[in-house]
């Protein structure tokens, strides 16, 4: 009777077994990838046992692909709660930057998660039919950015956005993911706060001095553009 009851509990609730499963299971893939993850481990974690887990997202591989989808679309979702459409260009693009910046350091497990995904090549990703369709909305709110500044005049540059999102992404994600081995070999600690606000604020006006044709000196702590923040 007791197994009959908590068998109707979460079947009530299918939709939070659901998340507590996939939250659970982030965590474990992050901190042991997709071979090393357990199953085990996540059922306990998530409070469920493995026939929830079956029943709920299939086997480990179909949970591992659920992961990384909810993974992409958390980021995709607040990046399109950033209202860029109605910012000028230049404060559009450095906000674009200081939330992929803290994006980054708010989830280190979307980092691990791409780490893991990347060394497999993408194979479980290529298993998607859904992150490719997130991504175009994405581009096309950049690419209307930046459109915006060449119209102006404030851009020089009408660069392609998808290769304008993967070069911030990529000067974010790079220092993050590779902090222990920069901090050991430059000899500094690249973690600390001071070393976090002095990064964001390069990366903003590095870019914006490729959108304009600009010295990266004029961006540094320009008053006309949003403050970087660290979170």
Request: hydrophobic residues 45%.
């Amino acid at each position: 009777m007791k197994k009959a009851k908590r068998t109707l509990k979460w079947q009530r609730d299918p939709e939070g077994m659901r998340i507590r499963i996939l939250e659970a299971a982030k965590k474990e893939f992050a901190a042991h990838g997709l071979a090393g993850g357990r199953v085990d481990r996540i059922a306990a974690e998530a409070g469920a046992n493995k026939r929830m887990l079956y029943y709920h997202v299939g086997n480990k591989e179909d949970l591992y692909l659920a992961v990384l989808e909810a993974a992409y679309e958390k980021i995709r979702v607040e990046e399109r709660s950033l209202d860029l459409e109605h910012l000028a260009p230049s404060e559009a693009i450095a906000r674009l930057i200081d939330f992929t910046w803290n994006y980054f350091i708010r989830n280190p497990e979307f980092l691990a998660l791409l780490n893991t995904e990347n060394v497999a090549k993408a194979r479980n990703l290529k298993r998607s039919t859904k992150v490719k369709s997130m991504h175009s909305p994405f581009v096309e709110m950049i690419g209307t950015v930046v459109d915006r500044g060449v119209e102006s005049g404030e851009f020089r540059v009408a660069m392609d956005p998808v290769q304008l999102y993967i070069s911030i992404a990529g000067l974010c994600f790079f220092y993050l993911s590779n902090s222990a081995t920069l901090s050991f070999v430059f000899g500094r600690d690249l973690l600390k706060k001071e070393a976090k606000t002095e990064r964001l604020e390069h990366v903003i006006a590095l870019v914006l001095a490729a959108l304009t044709g600009r010295s990266p000196v004029t961006f540094m702590q320009a008053p006309e553009l949003p403050a970087p923040h660290l979170v």
